[in-house]
């Protein structure tokens, strides 16, 4: 059975940092192209970045790039998002997906597994 468990989610003030981890289980995460989304009330959910079967690359959305960075560590089965220079606007609830039959990906069509989410809220 396929999980994948986020933390790390929490409060924080407007220029401050969170670091999200995606912790996998049944599955082999360095095989998955994997990712991270997020979902404001009201709003659809986005993705945020995602990095690509074998780390053969990453994508993020044009409102993080040059904040936020997607990593892994294989050895522990982990996805990381490391987030610098919150804004108000990054609040929202944040969840790690995995694709089964993609290598790269970044459409949330792509993705097979979803975790449950984490809350990350950001006070100005």
């Known amino acids: 059975q396929v999980q994948l468990v986020e933390t790390g989610g929490g409060s924080v003030q407007a220029g401050g940092s969170l670091s999200l981890s995606c912790r996998a289980s049944g599955l082999d995460a360095s095989l998955y192209c994997m990712g991270w989304f997020r979902q404001a009330p009201g709003k659809e959910r986005e993705i945020v970045a995602s990095?690509?079967?074998?780390?053969?690359?990453?994508h993020y959305s044009d409102s993080v790039t040059g904040r936020f960075t997607i990593s892994r560590d294989n050895a522990k089965n982990t996805l990381y998002l490391q987030m610098n220079s919150l804004k108000p606007e990054d609040a929202a609830v944040y969840y790690c997906?995995?694709?089964?039959?993609?290598?790269?990906?970044?459409?949330?069509?792509?993705?097979?597994?979803w975790g449950q989410g984490t809350q990350v809220t950001v006070s100005s």
């Open positions: 997906a995995a694709s089964s039959r993609y290598n790269y990906c970044s459409l949330e069509s792509q993705f097979t597994y």
């Open positions: 990095i690509y079967t074998g780390n053969a690359g990453t």
